[in-house]
Structure formats: C-alpha cells, structure tokens
C-alpha cells in the first residue's frame, strides 16, 4: 500500500478542445512544433490550426517533421539543434506517440549537452543526469495509443544497435496535453485497432505489475472496460463519438497508469523486435505475443487475472483463463488474431531477442509480478512466431 502518486500534466479532454491552444496560458513565445515526415497533420489542416491558435495566444513556431513512426535518435538531435538555433522556448508535440515522444526528448535534448543516449538507461546507453530542466512541454494527441499526453516516457531508437527504449522522468511530462476526440477519429480504424490495443496492454501490464497501486488499479479496470466495449463499436460504426470518446479516454487513463504503476516486460520483449525491425507497429507487435504472455502470467497472479477478465466483460469470471479467453476473442473480433512476425522481417530466433529484451529494458522485467527467466521469454516468443 505504499506509493507516489505524481502526475503534474494537465489534461484537456473532449471534443473540440483544441481550441483551448489559442487561450490557455503559454509557458513561452517562441514554440519548435514536432511533427512526423507523414502527411496527415497538414492533410487534415491540424498544424494550420496549431499555428493559428499559438498565434492567437501570442506565440509564433517553426516546424520540424521529420518523426519517423518508429522515433531515431538522429532526428531528436536535428530537432534539438533547431530549437537551439531559433531560440524556441517551448516545444509542442502533434500527433501520434512518436511525434510526442520525439517533442520530450527534443526538449530536453535542447537545454542538456551531448548526445540523447548519454542520458538513456539501458542497453549502451550512459544513464548521466539531466542537468537542465527540459524545455516545457504541450501535447497534441491525434491518435489513441501511447497515453504519452499522460506519461513521462519517450521511446526511441538508436539506429546504430538497434535499441529501442523509453526514456523519462519528472521533467519530461507535458505542461498540458489536450485530447480532442474529433482529431482521433479520423484515423483510419485499422491503425486505430494497433493503438486501442496499445493503450489496453499498458493497463493490463500496469495492473498485473509489482507497481500497482489502488490508483492505478482503479483507472487500469477502466481503461481495460473502454477498450473491450468500445473498440467493437467503432468496428461496427466508425462514425460513432462516443465510442470514440471513450477509446481515447481508455487511452488518457492507460497513460497515467504508466506513470504510476509500469509497463511489464511484455514492452520490453516487443521493443526487441521492433528495435530491430522498425517496420513491426508497436502494437502488431504486442498484439502477437500478447496471448502467450498472459497465459505465462495467468497461473502466477491468478485474482488479477479473474479482475481483468471481468473487466473486460467476462462479468462472472472465476477462472484466470477467462481474461485469455477475452482477449483471443477480442483480437479475432479486431482481425488481428493471425499477425505473423516473419512477414515484418523477425526471425525465428527467440533467444536473441529474449537477450536483447533484457539488455535494452531490465527495469520492465523487474517490475513483472513472477520472475521471467530468460528461457521462459523465448519460450512465449517462440508460442507467437509464425
Ligand atoms: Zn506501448
């Protein structure tokens, strides 16, 4: 029963609340607006609208869009020496978790010196201070996955090893996020299904970890009964608000239970592979090992297991297989029950990457509820390779 809870970022939820950009007090002048290389922020006139509304608010921006899906470690420096050079006094991410993510790491990459990976836990990284307070932080969430507009982690990757790992502490949360539900339904429900399913598996991670806390169990059982009743819906009716509404929602809430519970090492196992194939989506990639996973947890935290089942809608549940049984069906509901790893370029190798998992994220694994060995990762990866 012991725990801190410390979750500093405003939140700005529900439909139509990017308009709050244009009154809501500016921590700065001059804003580094971080987008991805896709065209999606200027097809739908979300930056227009960004820049309008910082205008508005009294503060101009230059933009730099080079995010890659899977963020690299090259482009967070090129935007750390572009905030530099145009005196940007705050930075504001818009987009997806990368865009974001990368706007975290920018900020602070924009006010420390040397490289990011000077300052990484993990793998080859340094794990040196931060010395400077980051740059003050606005996220602009477009998509629901992540929950980065509620965390303090960044992801990215060290294109040289192949290391893809979050980064993150106190200084690295958003001033304020504004989740607007009318900017998150315009994508396309296929991306949409790999995000929902992101934001799920942070809340069962976070639930069934050593971390949780009466907090975090409250918002994860919540988050698990957004994503199990409402992700159907927006398969049936991609038009419908609500549902929508309440997947982002799902979303926000999985976002505060990273920052105050812990992913397992479920992530950690899936940045192995994506850090070596940066074309396996983050949440294809946790959706394929996903069933082996919980099934190697279902015996060990069985209560947890029978609490999330009914959450996700399973309301009599007795047995911690129930939560696997949900979950496969869930997953052949969405279509994504017959993902295969080979066709992303992983290779039937479970002991390599079950060794990289460790290398690049050990604080994961400690946050498991049973000790994993490693033969028991290449084991659940093995399960899921096909
Ligand atoms: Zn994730």
């Known amino acids: 029963m012991n725990f801190d809870y410390f979750m500093p970022t405003k939140l700005i939820f529900g439909a139509g609340s990017l308009q709050r950009l244009g009154t809501e007090p500016l921590p700065g002048k001059h804003a580094l607006i971080v987008i991805s290389s896709g065209k999606s922020m200027r097809k739908y006139g979300y930056l227009d609208r960004v820049i309008k509304l910082l205008r508005q608010n009294g503060a101009d921006s230059v933009v730099f869009d080079k995010i ?112 607007d539900s009318e900017l998150i339904q315009t994508v396309p429900v296929n991306l949409a299904i790999f995000q929902a399913f992101d934001a799920l598996f942070h809340s069962t991670e976070g639930y069934i970890a050593k971390t949780a806390n009466p907090i975090s169990d409250l918002l994860a059982l919540k988050a698990v009964e957004g994503v199990f009743t409402y992700l159907p819906k927006i398969l049936l009716d991609p038009g419908d ?58 015996n060990k935290v069985p209560q947890r297991m029978i609490q999330l089942a009914r959450a996700a809608g399973k309301t009599d549940a007795r047995n911690p297989q129930d939560f696997i049984h949900a979950l496969a069906e869930l997953e052949q509901r969405c279509g994504v029950n017959e993902i295969r790893l080979s066709d992303y370029g992983v290779e039937n190798d479970p002991s390599k990457y079950a060794a990289h998992a460790r290398h690049i994220m050990p604080g994961l694994f400690s946050a498991d509820p049973y000790p994993l060995t490693e033969g028991d990762v290449a084991e659940i990866i093995r399960k899921s390779y096909c």
């Open 68 to 179: 890659l899906p899977n963020p690299i470690d090259r482009h967070v420096m090129e935007g750390a020496a572009l905030a530099r050079e145009r005196h940007c006094d705050f930075v504001v991410g818009l987009g997806g978790g990368s865009s974001i993510d990368s706007a975290k790491c920018i900020a602070m990459m924009s006010v420390n010196e040397g490289e990011l990976w000077d300052y990484i836990s993990g793998g080859s990284g340094k794990a040196r201070p931060v010395k400077n307070q980051p740059l003050p932080i606005i996220a602009i969430t477009t998509t629901a996955g992540t929950g980065t507009e509620a965390d303090p982690w960044a992801v990215t990757t060290r294109t040289k090893t192949g290391e893809k790992i979050g980064f993150g502490f106190g200084g690295t949360f958003p001033l304020f996020s504004i989740i």
């Open 241 to 298: 608000k609500e549902a929508w509404s309440y997947i982002a929602l799902s979303n926000t809430l999985s976002g505060i239970v990273e920052s105050i519970s812990s992913c397992t090492s479920e992530h950690a196992i899936e940045h192995a592979m994506s850090g070596y194939h940066p074309e396996l989506t983050h949440g294809a990639g946790l959706i394929a090992i996903s069933l082996a996973y919980y099934s190697f947890f279902a």
